[in-house]
Antibody, heavy 130, light 109 residues
């Protein structure tokens, strides 16, 4: 059974660092893109970043570029999202998600991930408070 | 960046009724890269519809998607108790990537 299992809730103070994780199982982890989404309290979903574990190619939303770092460890089938210098505004639930479909190449040869996400982790609540 | 707008913000209906949810894009969504997700309270989102009109694996046929270009619709033909939730549309538009709509909450009238 395909599954994404995320690390547990974290409580941090402003300025601290944090890395949360998302472990894939039941499928060939390195062959499928993994994304992270943010959901602030009572709000909608925001795409943050995506990575292809096979070669670690990454893409970031302009809203999150420079604020977080996405990475993946092929040896443990795990994707990560990292902050260096948390803010209270980072308080949210973070979801990882993947699609077991394949991406595509456009006419200019640029690689694209699949356009939607069919498997989601259970979410990680990050609370940043002094 | 393609911005998605969903309407209505809240839809109050009774079990057994038909729900019609709208998602409008600020620019044409290429190749129908439009998906719909359901999110129940305290749960992760679940993919319902991809490619504007294809049901994801295991999704009941009371859920259907339609539309193209900038106007898309999710229809729930007869609401079951478990369908009262928030629904998000999402598009992939190359650059900067993925965007989600603000959501429509379907609650019990």
């Amino acid at each position: 059974e395909e599954q994404l299992v995320q690390s547990g809730a974290a409580v941090k103070e402003p300025g601290e660092s944090l890395r949360i994780s998302c472990r894939g199982s039941g499928y060939d982890f390195i062959s499928y893109w993994v994304a992270w989404m943010r959901q602030m309290p009572g709000k909608g979903l925001e795409w943050m970043a995506i990575i292809y574990p096979g070669d670690s190619e990454t893409r970031y939303s302009p809203s999150f570029q420079g604020q977080v770092t996405i990475s993946a460890d092929r040896s443990t089938n795990t994707a990560y999202l990292q902050w260096n210098g948390l803010k209270t505004s980072d308080t949210a639930i973070y979801y990882c998600a993947t699609s077991l479909g394949f991406g595509y190449y456009d006419a200019s040869g640029h690689r694209h991930p699949p356009p939607n996400f069919d498997y989601w982790g259970q979410g990680t609540l990050v609370t940043v408070s002094s | 960046e393609i911005v998605l707008t969903q309407s209505p913000g809240t839809l109050s209906l009774s079990p057994g009724e038909r729900a019609t949810l709208s998602c409008r894009a600020s620019q044409s969504v290429g190749s129908n890269y439009l998906a719909w997700y359901q999110q129940r309270p305290g749960q992760a989102p679940r993919l319902l519809i991809y490619g504007a009109s294809s049901r994801a694996t295991g999704i009941p046929d009371r859920f259907s998607g339609s539309g193209s270009g900038t106007d898309f619709t999710l229809t729930i033909s007869r609401l079951e108790p478990e369908d009262f939730a928030v629904y998000f549309c999402q598009q992939y538009g190359g650059s900067p990537g993925f965007t989600f709509g603000p959501g429509t909450k379907v609650d019990v009238k």
